[in-house]
């Protein structure tokens, strides 16, 4: 489990690049839990989460950007 300083403190590429490591692992253990073979179905949960961390603080940055693209025209004029 990431914790969501430890996220904020990562680049955007490394973010997008512990998504897609997030989503991979919640395929799999998906599979597994379908194959009845899920030795901790806590971690499914656990998965999810650590997705909407990463989807949660991508989002935070994209309006972050976007307050400073609209302030900037104003101090401009």
């Known amino acids: 489990m ?3 300083q430890e996220l904020r403190e990562m680049s955007d590429e490394q973010l997008a690049f512990t998504l897609r490591e997030a989503q991979q692992e ?3 253990l998906r599979f597994q839990a379908a ?7 806590s971690a499914l949960r656990k998965i999810r989460r650590d997705i909407a961390r990463i989807h949660t603080i991508a989002r935070q940055r ?11 025209p104003q101090a401009e004029a």
Do not use: V, W, Y
């Open 2 to 4: 990431t914790k969501p």
């Open 26 to 28: 919640l395929f799999r």
């Open 35 to 41: 194959a009845e073979r899920s030795d901790a179905p």
């Open 62 to 72: 994209e309006l972050a950007q976007e307050a400073e693209a609209n302030l900037a």
